[in-house]
Nanobody, 127 residues
Framework: QVQLVESGGGLVQAGGSLRLSCAAS????????VSWFRQTPGKEREFVAA????????DYADSVKGRFTISRDNAKNTVYMQMNSLKPEDTAVYYC????????????????????WGQGTQVTVSS
């Protein structure tokens, strides 16, 4: 069983920055991918970024590439997402998710692929 706890959301003006954290209870993440998704009311949950715990490889949605950076701290069992140059359209509830690595090139972009989710943290970007 894995428990994920997000933090770091808040209200920021357009152009500002926030750093989200996802702290995990599990001590051995060597075979996991940890991802961030976001969701706004009435819309489907959307992939934002992913990181492989084993080798640190990353992937980003086109909408955030160059602005967001996902990283991990092995010692703290924590994944971070640094969000810079925030835009009003980045406003959403952000969720982290984790699951075992599996075959296929983009499985991690699909929300149903994950068994473990955090409770979400609200990010609001004002114009």
């Amino acid at each position: 069983q894995v428990q994920l706890v997000e933090s770091g959301g808040g209200l920021v003006q357009a152009g500002g920055s926030l750093r989200l954290s996802c702290a995990a209870s599990r001590r051995t993440f060597s075979s996991y991918v940890v991802s961030w998704f976001r969701q706004t009311p009435g819309k489907e949950r959307e992939f934002v970024a992913a990181i492989s715990w084993s080798d640190g490889s990353t992937d980003y949605a086109d909408s955030v590439k160059g602005r967001f950076t996902i990283s991990r701290d092995n010692a703290k069992n924590t994944v971070y997402m640094q969000m810079n140059s925030l835009k009003p359209e980045d406003t959403a509830v952000y969720y982290c998710a984790a699951d075992n690595t599996r075959g296929g090139s983009t499985w991690y972009r699909s929300p149903p692929a994950y068994d473990y989710w955090g409770q979400g943290t609200q990010v609001t970007v004002s114009s």
